[in-house]
């Protein structure tokens, strides 16, 4: 801002204007209106020139004074009701229309007598133009607005005159900006770009092999370097590093951000199309389970999270501090909504963290993750359960593929994936099968081993290449890899009414018919070597009359990672958890 | 189970009809036959009588055989698919219909000739009648059964013979049982009776209430006789204290379960029908609360519960260890649900556990309890949100009334209660009415002071006698009783942007518009002595362009007991956890 030069105080007072009666009519001090001068002054080192301020620098009249500037920090000062409209929802059918958009300024592209803004609400976004008649004092205004800020824009809808507008979700439409607010100001230095957070996966992968690829070239030069014998030689190998170099350097054209880096700024993350697209497709998933559950007449259910034992075993529990004593974070809600059916629930559900101090740092595991969890009285067979489910993943899968189309097309085009294939009813396996199809591929496994995640991955493939399915359901596990709440099979003591399901070859849900005789309980309890007094309360729930029943657990970010092929679980938890990340 | 003198091992044999021959056809050797007999030996010291054992003791033919007996332990050995009918469905239409049933034996009354049994399955409940034709030997069976136990029942759907039936829910129809079997026998000794946890409310309070007077009565006469002077005057006393102890003894009509005794129980308690409708209505709340906000267009979240800092102050906070340092627990999704907005999710919801590790131990704290949250962009004044919530509320407590009727008349059973009674639109208040209403009644309240609990009780009863509302909004709260992303009033620096919610008189929301410069709730938080060191994500996820915004989190357990008028808000916790109680 300009013309600071040492001035008298009656001349700032002149230069920013400031008043020399109140607005109760009275005359002003000159202290007070001192202070407003040291306001104005702060006023002016904003970044954002607003409308007062380009007044003040003597420039030709503004004509489009009153248009623009930067509103105070809405306070709800007032309350107008002015209406604003959605993005998502302008089309050509209001081409013509006055409108009022709050929104973020997603990109600005200054062509001097046209400035092309782009805002975004959410995963839509629409193209606004400003350009004469509004005045340089304006269009000086908004060239220098950082992305990422929020304004509120008036203008009039249009039809692009160069045809569909490419860049935005809303192409058949652009605003002709009559009036822009800036209404919170981001600072200009971002710490990631959206740009760069949103560039699709293969593109950066593929940078990433090439640029690997021609480091090794390099390499390989270098020690050739070394062992050369004469001059010729060498100066050609140095000719041959310095293409490469160069090559390196062209092949570098994007900005990577790596998981760490975009996990610590994932607020600014998942502004991006796809994280948009991606939470309103797990939220849809939750929403499906729901819908699904409470016509077959499931009761919602909460169960606590602080327990006073570490019920399913000692391991990978997280210990808590509670008041004077200790306690410990539900691994799952098993044992309660077991406790649940016995306490006449008949069919129970629910959705809630889940909390593992598992040492694993993998691609698939959080130490906090949503479990969509589900239990039920059955009548005579834990088919019955498998039935349901199957049932349920298939109206889940139908209500992504219907519901969310164009989140799905948004999530795809930063990662794409083949659409996610499923039969119905969905494919059952039983254990001995699966470990057929092994050995028919020349994996050679053991009858009642447990799968290690390559072989688990590898039976993945071998499913989808036999039967053409994405999901499968696996029955009947060896008892020695269940946990001990699990039923025995009836007929053969080494195999157990358990199963796990898989998408893309990855488990996303085990579960079981449970043991509802207690004494059989407590035994299974002391051969798997957990403490039966500790599940005193569970035990006893069996005692007095329990229905038999089973029920499964999902893992509400494996099924969003599996389903959207998104390479990390992280990337679908809103802020992830693992053994090394607490924050944001 | 008689004739058990000393008798040969041959004559018990015989006794116990022991075979000579095997099922695949080979004679038995002694030793496996001893096996048998020692098998038959143990099942017949079960309470329950089979029609085997009936059979072995050489009564008449059993005509009966066949038709009843214990099953086997249900492990999923065979699908036969019978069809069993849900008590809730049978009514009149189908009387003459043969049906069958799994259901919990809730009451067993024995006529002789005539065994009355009462049928539950969750709130619903049915009579079933077992006479001849059914045999002695069956008749014998049913008799013996456990209360509690899971039976399976099959007969013919008839009207009951002398109207109504008045003590089960399906009072036009009543089966006449021509099978039945022991699914899972509840032990014959139950740690707490239904009926004694199902007694109305009033009964009990009027009970406590005459014994408390009697024992009082007691106490003064044995002081009086203490100073009485002659022996008439004392034996008058004496002859008073033993009526009165009669009196108190005839008081003692019903046997009452403490607390603590009901829930170390709670899963038998959970049985109840006003237990089995008070969770229903609960998962109602619920539903209702995701309905109404999905049609507004919020998304579904979750955050975590493991946090790295203690972001709300460090009171009242879970510490857990996390490998090899530190967490807490979170106390409330404030800080993240407003990062959501931060990251474009323009509404957002989000229903999960909140850990708060206060010391109260009133009628209506938990340490763990489900917070139903929701955090909103405004365009210009926090009076936005308070009308979403108000037609939230008025959905919520319509949808109860409509879609839960039954529920509320199975509670009001136990727990009756004065319909719950509000406004469209909800009263809203300003604070300075609140005090002004404390007043005019005598309450000398200072015009800044926050409530305690019997003021805001009090202020509850003054609002309801006024208005005719047991719901009202509270707004515009004293700056200084709030926390410091509260934001200001614009208009007087001693309010804030900020509401509770009341019903019948007590807090069940707190809400706010939040800060979103991030100066001004740096400056906010350093004035309240949050240390901005610990904020810095939060902090940081409004510096780049930031949207108005408000919300609140309503108490889910705290809404169903006072809308049902429930007692204690450790009944509308499935599992309750407090200072003392982290079991079951």
Redesign the interface.
């Known amino acids: 801002m300009s013309g600071k030069q040492s001035k008298t105080v009656e001349e700032e007072f002149i230069e920013f204007n400031i008043p020399e009666v109140g607005p109760d009519g009275k005359e002003l001090t000159k202290t007070a209106r001192k202070k407003l001068l040291a306001k104005a002054k702060k006023d002016a080192k904003r970044p954002q020139q607003t409308q007062q301020q380009s007044k003040q620098k003597g420039e030709a009249v503004d004509s489009s004074a009153g248009n623009y500037g930067t509103l105070p ?10 209406k ?1 409209s959605r993005v998502q929802t302008l089309n050509a059918s209001n081409v013509g229309e006055t409108v009022r958009i ?1 929104a ?2 997603s990109a600005l592209r200054d062509q001097n007598r046209f400035i092309f803004l782009t805002l ?3 995963s839509a976004s629409i193209q606004a133009i400003s350009m004469k008649p509004n005045s340089n004092q304006m269009m000086n205004f908004i060239r220098k607005l ?1 992305v ?3 304004i509120d824009v008036e203008g009039t809808l249009a039809s692009p005159e160069k045809g569909p507008v490419t860049s935005t979700t809303q192409q058949e439409v652009e605003i002709h900006v009559s009036a822009l607010w800036l ?5 200009p230095e ?1 710490p990631i770009q959206l740009e760069d957070a949103e560039r699709p996966y293969p593109l950066i992968a593929a940078q990433k092999k090439e640029i690997k690829s021609i480091k090794l070239e390099i390499e390989n030069l270098q020690k050739k370097f070394a062992n050369a014998q004469t001059d010729e030689e060498k100066n050609a190998i140095k000719t041959e590093i310095s293409l490469l170099e160069k090559k390196k350097a062209d092949a570098q054209k994007y900005v990577i951000i790596g998981k760490a880096t975009r996990l610590d700024n ?3 993350d ?2 991006t199309l796809a ?2 697209a991606i ?2 497709i ?2 849809g998933v ?2 499906l389970f ?1 819908e699904f559950l ?1 016509k077959e007449n499931f ?10 034992t570490a019920s399913e075993g000692g391991a990978d529990v ?6 004077n ?1 200790s ?1 410990c ?1 539900a691994q799952s809600p098993q044992l ?1 909504k077991q ?2 059916i ?5 069919r129970v559900w629910e ?3 889940v ?1 593992r ?1 598992e ?1 694993s740092q993998t691609r698939r595991h959080l ?2 993750f ?1 479990g969509l969890d589900l239990e039920m009285a ?6 019955e359960v498998l039935d349901l489910f199957d049932a349920l993943f298939v109206f889940i899968f139908d209500g992504i593929k219907e519901r969310f189309a164009h989140e799905l097309e948004v999530v795809r085009k930063q990662y794409p994936t083949p659409a996610f294939e499923y039969h119905r009813p969905s494919l059952r396996l039983k254990w001995p099968e699966a470990i057929a199809l092994l050995r028919e591929n020349g994996i050679n496994w053991g009858d009642l081993d447990d799968f290690d995640t390559p072989t688990e991955v590898r039976l993945g493939e071998l499913v989808k290449a036999k039967y053409g399915t994405d999901f499968y359901m696996l029955d009947r596990f060896p008892l020695h890899i269940r946990p001990f709440y699990t ?5 053969d003591p080494v195999y157990s ?1 358990s199963y796990d399901f898989f998408m893309r070859g990855q488990e996303i849900l085990s579960g079981a ?1 449970r043991i ?2 207690p004494e ?1 309980l407590v035994q299974r309890a002391i051969e798997k070597e957990v403490d039966p007094v500790t599940l005193k ?2 035990v ?2 069996f ?6 029943h089973g029920g499964g657990g999902i893992g ?1 970010e494996r099924v969003v990672m599996l389903y959207l092929g998104v390479p990390n679980i992280q990337y679908t ?3 992830p ?1 693992t ?1 090394v990340r ?3």
């Open positions: 920090l809405i306070r709800s000062q007032e309350r107008t009701n002015k604003f709050r973020r300024l975004r609400q959410q950082s990422e800020s929020i209404v919170n100001s981001s600072l971002l994932r607020v600014l998942l502004r994280n948009q939470f309103r797990s939220g939750a929403t729901r409470t009761v919602e259910i909460h169960t606590p999270k602080l327990l006073g997280f210990r808590v501090s509670y008041f004593g306690a974070l309660y406790m649940c016995s306490a006449d629930f008949d959705i809630g963290p909390f101090a040492k130490t906090e949503i059955i009548y005579e067979h834990y088919h039923m025995p099979a009836p007929d009414n018919q509802h005789d059989l309360d569970y006893n729930s005692k007095y009359g329990a229905y038999p509400l938890s809103l802020f958890r053994m607490l924050t944001p």
